[in-house]
């Protein structure tokens, strides 16, 4: 169920910030529900809490090849 995993992952990242994986997954669960420009905020966020995630790269990157 997305919309209740989106409602848990929003409250943990309230919660807790600083934790990069938890805006990962986020932004993966915005990502597959098509909803792109949630996507590419929490990737960002990732990527800004752990610059070195390549992960959070190939999905920006393959927002960008979508022109989303």
């Avoid at 995993?5 to 990502?31: C, M, Q």
């Avoid at 990732?46 to 927002?63: G, Q, R, V």
Wanted: hydrophobic content about 40%; overall charge positive.
């Amino acid at each position: 169920n997305a919309p209740l995993a989106i409602s848990y992952y929003r409250k943990a990242v309230l919660y807790d910030a600083g934790d990069s994986r938890k805006w990962y997954n986020l932004a993966g669960i915005y990502f597959t529900t098509q909803h792109y420009d949630s996507a590419r905020i929490c990737f960002n966020q990732t990527l800004k809490l752990n610059p070195k995630d390549s992960l959070s790269e190939m999905a920006l990157n393959a927002l960008n090849a979508m022109g989303k």
